[in-house]
């Protein structure tokens, strides 16, 4: 009797088992996908500051020798600066909590281009009501997204956006705004850990350099087109902080993200950006035809 009684559980536990496998509904995968890690989003980010740098032209290179992208550990502020190490070398910096946010809205953007639908705006609403000062940036909602699939379109506006706000603080670097002493085309062991006194300088540069004129973003994004990427990334970033500009001026967020804060309002900045794209385009049509007369 328990022999069978045994036997009757085991082939009830298989059943249910196997109910389980074949007829609970598949999870999406971006529901269950991690997001990229720290480290990745960092490799990405020099990797775009190496296509810019490399796109840039030949009188720049040499004044700009050296130019790297120091990483700050901040979690919970999103901020990217232009400024000068301890060693005199030119460095754009970026925190933890920058990269994380690029990420999340490219990944919104990325479902946006699929379904028509307006999750850039969403987690816009979503942090501006929900992020508290000093916490680790939050990622969407669990069920944030709801459709079956993105476009795959994910990396290519990671890497875009990624390639327009390291562009835009090289702007400040380009133009003179901000001169390094020393800079050297030798890389320094100690530049990967961004200093307290590094960082107070820096605080400091931000006083002079920003807020930015949106004629920056122009060429910015000038910059991002001439190191082959495109504009939806820089377009999508921008979107989600006009949002977070219409959350404010219905209440007063508790949080409020460095990165926003350094630049002019962000429709202009996103006006400036198109009028460039276009004109960049029209000249790009002129020399071809130059080219085939």
């Not at 598949?26 to 996908?33: H, K, R, S």
């Not at 969407?140 to 562009?167: H, I, K, M, N, Q």
Request: hydrophobic share 45%.
């Amino acid at each position: 009797m328990n022999h069978v009684s045994s036997r009757f559980r085991l082939v009830a536990a298989l059943a249910a088992a196997a109910f389980v496998l074949f007829f609970t509904p598949a999870a999406a995968a971006d529901e269950v996908a991690p997001e990229l890690e720290s480290q990745d989003l960092r490799t990405k980010a020099q990797l775009e500051l190496k296509r810019l740098v490399a796109a840039l032209p030949v009188p720049d290179q040499r004044r700009l020798t050296g130019i790297y992208v120091a990483f700050h550990g901040e979690a919970s502020d999103p901020f990217a600066l232009a400024s000068c190490d301890d060693d005199g070398d030119y460095v754009v910096v970026l925190s933890d909590a920058m990269l994380r946010l690029v990420s999340h809205v490219a990944r919104a953007q990325s479902y946006d281009d699929a379904n028509g639908s307006r999750k850039i705006e969403e987690y816009a609403a979503f942090l501006a009501r929900s992020q508290l000062p000093g916490r680790r940036l939050l990622p969407p909602p669990p069920g944030f997204y709801v459709a079956e699939s993105a476009a795959g379109t994910y990396e290519d506006r990671l890497r875009e956006s990624l390639a327009f706000v390291v562009a835009r603080e090289l702007t400040h670097l380009r133009t003179g705004q901000l001169v390094c002493a020393h800079p050297t085309a030798t890389k320094e062991a100690g530049d990967d850990t961004w200093t307290a006194a590094e960082q107070r300088r820096a605080l400091e540069n931000a006083a002079t350099l920003y807020p930015g004129r949106a004629t920056h973003d122009a060429e910015a994004v000038v910059r991002v087109l001439d190191a082959g990427r495109m504009e939806r990334g820089a377009l999508g970033l921008l979107r989600f902080l006009e949002q977070y500009e219409a959350e404010q001026r219905v209440f007063v967020p508790r949080f409020a993200p460095t990165y926003r804060t350094h630049y002019p309002q962000s429709a202009a900045r996103a006006s400036a950006i198109r009028v460039a794209v276009e004109g960049h385009r029209e000249a790009d049509g002129d020399r071809a035809t130059v080219q085939e007369r």
